[in-house]
T-cell receptor, first 114, second 114 residues
Framework: DAGVTQSPTHLIKTRGQQVTLRCSPK?????VSWYQQALGQGPQFIFQ???????QRGNFPDRFSGHQFPNYSSELNVNALLLGDSALYLC?????????????FGDGTRLSIL | AQKVTQAQTEISVVEKEDVTLDCVYE???????LFWYKQPPSGELVFLIR??????QNEISGRYSWNFQKSTSSFNFTITASQVVDSAVYFC???????????FGTGTSLTVIP
């Protein structure tokens, strides 16, 4: 039973570039959430996707956008990268039914901005 | 607004000692859920325990136990007979009634010394 998988593992970009991160949810899950974790901090909620729509969004600018595909996988896109976007980006999946089911996390993508 | 505070930044214990990790939360919701996650150096957040706001029964699961007290808005987590493999960063998280967004604390780094 595959867990949450994310790609790539590491990524290096320069300021102003655009990046796309990918996530495949755990088998049986249909909801995907994205988090940004800066060094030494807790994860910060970016947004959540269900039924291919953004269901809720955290306090992140429009430079952060996402998409969910019919197979429930998801992408996180960040435009006009800033140095402050350097962080570990975590994807979490869950099943929409059952309030507050624990979210299952992937290993993350470590994004470095030069 | 929801907020989770983990006042302990770093804790070191000798193997086989018991250790308690503190968590204090703020929320205006009457229904909410509390979680503890473990993050080893690999980066993946591993779900440990969940507690809902209307069940203050404290439980023990193996070497893990937790103490949930609504009167003090605390959700403390105890590891008994600590082991070197318990070394990780531990995060307390709060989820609102809709369950869409998790609010994480800043984490407590636990080091178990052999």
């Amino acid at each position: 039973d595959a867990g949450v998988t994310q790609s790539p593992t590491h990524l290096i970009k320069t300021r102003g570039q655009q990046v796309t991160l990918r996530c495949s949810p755990k088998s049986g899950h249909d909801t995907v959430s994205w988090y940004q974790q800066a060094l030494g901090q807790g994860p910060q909620f970016i947004f959540q996707y269900y039924e291919e729509e953004e269901r809720q969004r955290g306090n992140f600018p429009d430079r952060f956008s996402g998409h969910q595909f019919p197979n429930y996988s998801s992408e996180l896109n960040v435009n006009a990268l800033l140095l402050g976007d350097s962080a570990l980006y975590l994807c979490a999946s869950s099943y929409h039914r059952g309030a507050n089911q624990p979210q299952h996390f992937g290993d993350g993508t470590r994004l470095s901005i030069l | 607004a929801q907020k989770v505070t983990q006042a302990q930044t770093e804790i070191s214990v000798v193997e086989k000692e018991d250790v308690t990790l503190d968590c204090v939360y703020e929320t205006r919701d009457t229904t909410y859920y509390l979680f503890w996650y473990k993050q080893p150096p690999s980066g993946e957040l591993v779900f440990l325990i969940r507690r809902n706001s209307f069940d203050e029964q404290n439980e023990i699961s193996g070497r893990y136990s937790w103490n949930f007290q609504k009167s003090t808005s605390s959700f403390n987590f105890t590891i008994t007979a600590s082991q070197v493999v318990d070394s990780a960063v531990y995060f307390c998280a709060l989820s609102e009634s809709t369950g869409n967004q998790f609010y994480f604390g800043t984490g407590t780094s636990l080091t178990v010394i052999p």
